[in-house]
């Protein structure tokens, strides 16, 4: 099938950018998304002209790595799909596509379609984890978990970390990424000392990066490759309310760390 | 090349706590004035990162995604073997210690393998305490599933997406000694040379694959784990930025490099789909807990799966190995899938492939339990081939997954250049020439949390370094190297573009050094890689600039170490005489068609010396001797 | 307390103050309804209404205080966190297409600008009469009749009481998740309490003008 692309191309960080339009004109439907960029790619190069410039790596959905908007949506049109794991099937021959970097003024752009989300890594340093210094462990079956427990655990745990959520939310915020940190480690019991400072911590670090706040638009949960449900934003919530009522403060607290 | 394994004396099971109460110790005052590089943050990476700094040294961390979470730890997905014998059936240090020297066909060090059956536990007490949300019971208690070349269930998992929870969590710990200062990331940073002084591993040049800059970090130790070298197949279960990069520029430097052609084909992935593939797609080997391999017992059988009868299928691993069936090492089920291929009964386009069926699995515990199970692979799987494996067998195929070679390093995971550390699946580690399922996880956190944390002391705390930093010449000198290397490939400016020479050299490797090698294929590509090579040089073209992002020219250097490596695998799979494990060399097999190994001859590691620029390695030998188990030929019949 | 300061510097924080404040209007609202309401059993109970409260005197100036100070945090709150969501998403995509965000969710703004201008209008028009030619001190009932005699007046009236329905029907259920009240259980419970009281409040309010240009009000 034949598609036309419109791609947002840019040189670097503080230059400005601008779509221009190609034609992918052999394109399988069971090729990938990016295997279909990859093509295009190929293209260009005969072309003289430069690769579109994308973040990519396991393409099996999981290292979170893939980000590009399609369409107006996060990770494109299939529901719970990552890019790479998106297939041409999912177009109509002829279509046109437009591919965006992810938007947010705390994801800057690197170049194309590459952005910088490092901001990410600066919320979990700042609280999201559990301090357990190795070989500090007691048995694994020394704490019992309910199962239940443990799987709702599991489901925030499913984040990749890929900010769609941040590049579909109309607020740019980050929350229901932080959340599902937050959500996970406050459902295990290991995560309960810590979690006041957690939470305080991981939404102090949030703001400072200049995310948006939440209006519950949930755009965020339907554009999740892993389906993390708006469920864990409203539990982050009570976790910062249920922090601020326990008045431990942070700064105290912060002591502890490291 | 000397190549001392400082293997500790007496009984296996004393090897490693003797060991450690030998090992020289760092005071806590001390620690803090040295220097540890750790490049890579996979689990190896940055579980050895987090915990080094936890002990006190300043860590500097490097990976080449923009988060240490993406490293290719997170793609791992069936599960982590541990000797916890919680479902007491029969588990054992030394049960998991002789499973995985016999998956590895005897080509690994026994107390290597010993120490890491040993340490298995600890890891999931520590990745518990971090919040690894492994499966569980209704009791609360830790779930097990079983795994091929195993008959006890050791694996723990979370989903089919244990990789990624165990790198989470050794995430975790990384970001918070990053959030403390301990550890300094330096993350989109490709490390492109090693540089030694006076024979010593001192540090490491990379570059900021945002600017282009061209970086020196000088340290008192360097740690590799930066993973293994699947992609010098092209296609691979590996992400595409796994590289042989940084290994090979030590090797050039005088690591040695161990055993190159113990490369492991996993046998149930998504078949090739056109010649624009990418990537191959890996099903986790649990699927083989349920999952029924057959093909049509009917050559060229053209029916579709649900036609055909019981009685017209052949379940060939359930036949031909009784006692493991479907859950038969790689190895064995990967070639007895080749076989039926290459028999003409192999099934879908190409008739590359062979079903992995559920139906009897669903007939027995319900479609819901399977869901549970598998539902993520299932998902993944229907997303990719747009078929419901539910309904309809999934079509599987072998592919290159894991690499069992890799920098030799001793006892303490130090090469045999003093200062560099090698762990993960970036060492010739302990899995000899076949790895088992759920035991690379294992491995890559038993070096970086509980076996180099100790080990690198011993060498710090060893003889005094002199100090060195970055205005040393052998850093200048370094990235003179690295920055012409970038230049000429910019220059070249031919006609193809990088990734068709990775095809190239791709289909040259799986075709003649993959499933099945023989002397004449293996000459064939030793023949024709130089010659690719040489076209490279020539003929490559590398779009943009150095100054910038370009990851054009980032692919370039990585595939230009492939296509050197390559010839170095196949040299060691020609030299090799003899099959075993993942290598299978097709002169040597048993009268039914089983690896057939030679250990009066092979039972050594194979180790590589660079001897310069365009002349051919040198091999070493490290003998093998086993004290503690008897070489048995493998069966799993 | 510097708990309580270092909560209100949150993005959450900001959230919680506008949930809490919410819920404040939404009791006077209530009342406010009950009251107004009374007009259709006869004009004359809302003036023995009015002057009801007027007896309470100074208390009365408290809780008007307090009510304008809740309205205040709301709409500094929501300013902030305006500004701070557009910073935070500079540029909009070429194809930017919503998926699930409701209409309701999307106008929660510019509704709210809506009610702020109608609050002031109101209270200008009947509380203190300044837009009222031949308001009456304490004839409210008949103020009431005589504001909504003007068509256009009562129209706004209806037009605001469906952004104030608008704006509670998500406002309400985002409450519940801003204060952390979550439980998977009573997920359709916490919708149904929201469209409940933005039908009830917003419904019960709007018959008043809607009744008033029928001629239903005499
Ligand atoms: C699809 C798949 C599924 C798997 N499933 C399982 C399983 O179920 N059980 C199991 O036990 N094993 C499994 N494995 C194997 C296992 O995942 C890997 O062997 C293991 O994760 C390797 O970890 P590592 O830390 O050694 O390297 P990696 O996780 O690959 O990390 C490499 C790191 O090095 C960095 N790096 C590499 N080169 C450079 C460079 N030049 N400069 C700077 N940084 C660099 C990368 O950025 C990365 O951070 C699976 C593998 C694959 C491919
Ligand atoms: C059709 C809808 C409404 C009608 C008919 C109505 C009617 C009235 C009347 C008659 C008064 C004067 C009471 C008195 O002076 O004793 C009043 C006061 C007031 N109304 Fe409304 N109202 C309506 C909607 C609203 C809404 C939606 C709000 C807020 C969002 C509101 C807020 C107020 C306030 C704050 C006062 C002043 C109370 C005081 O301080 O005395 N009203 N309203
Ligand atoms: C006075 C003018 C008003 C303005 C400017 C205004 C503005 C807003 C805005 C912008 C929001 C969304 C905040 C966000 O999620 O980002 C909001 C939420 C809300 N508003 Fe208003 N509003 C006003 C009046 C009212 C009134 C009269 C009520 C109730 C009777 C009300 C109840 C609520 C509630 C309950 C929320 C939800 C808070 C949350 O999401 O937790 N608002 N308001
Ligand atoms: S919450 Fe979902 S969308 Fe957001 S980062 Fe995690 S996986 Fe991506
Ligand atoms: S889209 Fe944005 S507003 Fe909240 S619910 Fe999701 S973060
Ligand atoms: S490339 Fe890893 S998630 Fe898409």
Redesign the pocket.
């Known amino acids: 099938m034949k598609l036309t692309l419109k791609i947002w191309r840019q040189s670097g960080p503080d230059v400005a950018g601008s779509f221009l339009t190609y034609q992918a004109n052999n394109v399988s439907e069971h090729m990938s998304f990016l295997e279909m960029l990859d093509v295009v790619n190929e293209e260009l190069l005969e072309l003289g002209q430069e690769p579109i410039a994308f973040d990519h790596d396991c393409r099996e959905g999981i290292c979170g790595m893939c980000s590009m908007v399609i369409n107006g949506t996060a990770h494109g049109p299939r529901p719970a799909t990552t890019v790479c794991q998106l297939h041409m099937r999912s177009f109509a021959d002829g279509d046109t596509v437009v591919i965006e970097p992810w938007r947010a003024h705390a994801f800057p752009v690197i170049r194309d379609l590459v952005v910088d989300r490092s901001a990410f890594d600066r919320i979990i340093a700042a609280g999201g984890f559990i301090t357990a210094p190795t070989g500090s462990a007691q048995d694994a079956n020394g704490i019992l978990i309910p199962k239940q427990d443990s799987d709702l655990a599991m489901d925030a745990a499913a984040c990749i970390g890929c900010g769609a959520c941040v590049a579909a939310c109309p607020?740019g915020s980050a929350m229901l990424f932080t959340a599902a940190k937050v959500s996970h480690l406050a459902l295990l019991p290991q995560g309960q000392p810590e979690r006041d400072r957690r939470a305080l911590a991981m939404v102090r670090q949030m703001d400072a990066e200049d995310f948006g706040?939440?209006?519950?638009f949930g755009e965020c949960e339907a554009v999740c490759p892993k389906s993390i449900s708006i469920q864990n934003i409203a539990r982050m919530n009570g976790e910062l309310i249920r922090a601020t009522l326990h008045n431990r403060g942070l700064a105290a607290s912060e002591a502890g760390v490291g | 090349m000397k190549l001392d394994a400082k293997m500790p004396g007496g009984p296996l099971e004393e090897k490693w706590d003797r060991h450690k109460a030998d090992l020289k110790l760092v005071s806590p005052a001390n620690k803090r004035k040295f220097h540890v590089i750790v490049v890579g943050s996979g689990l190896a990476g940055a579980s050895a990162a987090a915990s080094m700094a936890e002990l006190g040294y300043q860590v500097s961390c490097f990976c080449f995604q923009d988060s240490p979470r993406r490293a290719h730890s997170i793609a791992a997905q069936g599960g982590i073997n541990a000797a916890k014998n919680y479902p007491n059936d029969g588990d054992s240090v030394w049960r998991l210690f002789y499973d995985t020297i016999k998956g590895g066909d005897f080509r690994s060090r026994e107390g290597n393998t010993y120490r890491l059956a040993q340490v298995s536990a600890n890891i999931i007490d520590q990745c518990v305490a971090q919040g690894v949300p492994f499966a569980r019971e209704y009791g609360g208690m830790l779930a097990n599933r079983s795994f091929g070349g195993a008959q006890v269930s050791r694996t723990f998992y979370a989903r089919g997406q244990t990789g990624q929870q165990l790198l989470i969590g050794a995430y975790q710990a990384l970001e918070r000694v990053i959030g403390t200062g301990a550890v300094k990331m330096y993350t989109r940073h490709e490390m492109l040379e090693l540089v030694t002084v006076d024979g010593r591993a001192r540090g490491i040049v990379a570059r900021d694959l945002i600017t282009g800059q061209m970086e020196s970090f000088a340290g008192d130790a360097v740690v590799l784990a930066t993973g293994g070298y699947g992609n010098v197949f092209f296609l691979s279960t590996n992400a595409k930025g796994c590289n042989v990069t940084a290994a090979y520029r030590a090797f050039k430097k005088g690591a040695g490099f161990a055993n190159p052609c113990f490369t492991q084909i996993h046998p149930t992935c998504i078949p090739v789909s056109g010649d624009y593939q990418s990537k191959l797609t890996l099903m986790s080997e649990s699927l083989r807990n349920d999952g029924r391999v057959w093909v049509p017992k009917a050559q060229g059988d053209q029916r579709a799966p649900g036609d055909i009868p019981d009685s017209e299928r052949d379940y060939y691993l359930e036949r031909k190995y009784p006692a493991f069936g479907n859950l038969s090492p790689r190895d064995i089920a990967s070639r007895a899938a080749k076989e039926a291929c290459d028999d003409g009964r192999g099934v879908g386009p190409g008739g590359r492939g062979v079903y992995l069926d559920f139906a009897s699995a669903i007939a027995r515990l319900g479609e819901p339990t399977i869901r549970e199970r598998y539902g993520n692979l299932f998902e993944m799987y229907e997303r990719i081939t747009d078929e419901n494996p539910y309904r309809r067998p999934m079509r599987i195929y072998p592919a290159v997954h894991y690499t069992m070679g890799g920098l030799w390093v001793d006892y303490n995971l130090m090469s045999n250049l003093p200062g560099l550390h090698v762990i993960g699946e970036a060492n010739f580690s302990d899995h000899g020439a076949n790895r088992l399922g759920a035991s690379a996880l294992m491995q890559g956190l038993a070096d970086g949390y509980f076996i180099l944390p100790y080990t690198i002391g011993n060498y710090l705390g060893g003889d005094k370094l002199p100090a060195v930093d970055t205005s040393h010449p052998a850093f200048r000198e370094a990235e003179e190297r690295a920055t012409a290397q970038l230049t000429r490939l910019l220059a070249i400016n031919g006609t193809r573009s990088v990734d068709s020479f990775h095809k190239e050299l791709g289909h040259i490797m799986w075709e003649d050094c993959g499933m099945a090698r023989d002397r004449a294929g293996l000459e064939r590509a030793l023949q024709r890689i130089p010659e690719l090579r040489a076209e490279f040089w020539e003929n490559v073209k590398v779009p943009g600039a150095a100054a910038t992002l370009n990851q054009s020219l980032e692919k370039a250097g990585r595939v230009a170490d492939f296509l050197e490596f390559g010839e170095l695998l196949c040299r060691d799979a020609l030299v090799r005489e003899e099959s075993c494990g993942g290598h299978f060399r097709t002169e040597y097999q048993t009268p039914d068609g089983e690896a057939e190994r030679n250990d009066a001859e092979f039972a050594h590691v194979s180790v590589w010396e660079s001897a310069g620029e365009g002349k051919p390695a040198v091999m070493h030998k490290e003998p093998l001797d086993f004290e503690f188990v008897h070489l048995a030929t493998r069966s799993y019949k | 307390m510097n708990q309580v300061a270092a909560l209100w510097q949150s993005t959450i924080g900001k959230?919680?103050a506008?949930?809490l404040?919410?819920?404040i209007?939404?009791l006077?609202?209530i009342s406010h309804t009950i009251s107004n309401d009374l007009i259709f059993v006869n004009p004359h109970h809302l003036d023995s209404y009015g002057a009801w409260l007027r007896s309470f005197g100074p208390l009365l100036w408290i809780a008007r205080a307090g009510l304008l100070i809740t309205?205040v945090v709301?709409?500094v709150?929501?300013?902030q966190?305006?500004i701070r969501?557009r910073n935070a998403r500079p540029a909009t995509y070429d194809k930017r297409e919503y998926r699930v965000a409701t209409y309701a969710a999307r106008t929660?703004?510019w509704?709210?600008?809506l009610?702020?201008v109608f609050?002031v209008f109101h209270i200008l028009h009947f509380t203190t009469g300044t837009f009222l030619p031949g308001w009456q001190e304490g004839k409210v009932g008949a103020n009431v009749m005589l504001g909504f005699s003007s068509t256009p007046v009562a129209i706004f009236y209806v037009i605001a009481m469906l952004a104030?329905g608008l704006?509670?029907s998500?406002?309400?259920w985002?409450?519940f998740?801003?204060?952390g009240i979550n439980h998977p259980a009573y997920r359709g419970l916490r919708r149904g309490i929201a469209w409940t009281l933005a039908i009830v409040?917003a419904g019960g309010l709007a018959t008043i003008p809607i009744a008033a240009m029928l001629g239903l009000l005499k």
Request: a positive charge; aromatic letters at 4%.
């Open positions: 607020n706040g939440c209006t519950f | 959230k919680v506008m949930a404040t919410g819920v209007m939404i006077f609202l309205v709301h709409i709150a929501a300013s966190l305006t969501a929660m703004r509704g709210g600008v009610l702020a609050i104030l704006h509670l998500h406002g309400v985002a409450a998740q801003t204060l409040i």
